[in-house]
């Protein structure tokens, strides 16, 4: 089924060469992104620059490979701490019910309804702009959706036959729950997953382009944000890494579209 989809398979190639530009690139291409190499402002293409100088003659080639590195590190993160965060909490609800459920989904609509932008800023200002701080705001604001997927899951699936049958046979809450329950929740999950690493990079983006960053560390993000007072004068300083982000999340999501029709027998159909 994912193979039959042409703009995910297209999406697919397109993600594996841009993450393998993020392993291989500063090897190819060692130029440092912090250096200043030629005349600010140098256009694409002019004086050997394929992609021309930023506002300091740094080379945006360079910044643009080495930050993809960060940037995609970053959206695999914290899409791996929202998944965890949202998961456990989706899990617990989805099982145990009761008390426990009508605690945790107030939990996860008070997070919900929060600003996650604004949330993840005040988190970064407060503790640091470092990119384990970064990592962890962005996936401590955006774990609800995973959380409620999980949780309509695990409803479904507790009372099937094969459920009520491991239970009868004396499994434990955890094996229920972990071995039983969760490995027959997981494509919805995987989809989920898979639209969040995109969602976490234009996190990033935001963060970084507010100045809320390592200033030692170069993304996209980063990038875009130190040229943004100059976007009059030299566009492509900030069009080339927005175009970058850009074919990045859009690709994830094409993907991850792909493999909802491939996990879900609903739409197998279409």
């Given amino acids: 089924m994912f193979r039959g989809n042409t703009a995910a398979m297209f999406a697919l190639i397109v993600l594996g060469l841009i993450m393998l530009c993020a392993i291989l690139g500063p090897w190819i291409y060692p130029t440092d ?63 145990y019910l009761g008390w426990v459920e009508e605690l945790l989904m107030r939990i996860t609509e008070f997070f919900q309804v929060l600003p996650t932008l604004l949330f993840s800023m005040v988190i970064v200002a407060l503790f640091g702009a470092s990119l384990p701080m970064i990592t962890l705001a962005i996936g ?16 479904r699936i507790r009372e099937l036959e094969y459920v009520m049958a491991s239970r009868a046979s004396g499994a434990t809450n955890s094996k229920l729950m972990f071995r039983v329950i969760l490995p027959n929740a997981l494509p919805p999950i995987i989809v989920q997953a898979a639209l969040m690493v995109g969602s976490a990079i234009l996190f990033e983006a935001g963060l970084s382009f507010l100045g809320l960053t390592d200033p030692n560390v170069v993304s996209w993000g980063q990038v875009i944000g130190s040229n943004r007072q ?27 579209d792909g493999l909802n029709d491939a996990l879900n027998p609903k739409l197998r159909s279409r």
């Fill in 33 to 95: 992104p912090f250096d200043m190499v030629w005349a600010p402002f140098s256009p694409p293409g002019v004086d050997g620059f394929l992609l021309g100088t930023d506002y300091l003659g740094r080379d945006l080639l360079a910044a643009l490979i080495h930050g993809s590195r960060v940037s995609i590190v970053i959206g695999l993160a914290a899409a791996s701490v929202s998944i965890v965060i949202g998961v456990t909490v989706g899990a617990l609800a989805g099982f």
């Fill in 140 to 155: 401590v604001v955006s774990w609800t959706a995973v959380a409620r997927v999980t949780r309509s899951e695990f409803l």
């Fill in 230 to 256: 100059y976007i009059l004068d030299a566009s492509y300083t900030v069009t080339i890494p927005g175009l970058a982000i850009f074919v990045t999340v859009l690709c994830i999501s094409l993907v991850g």
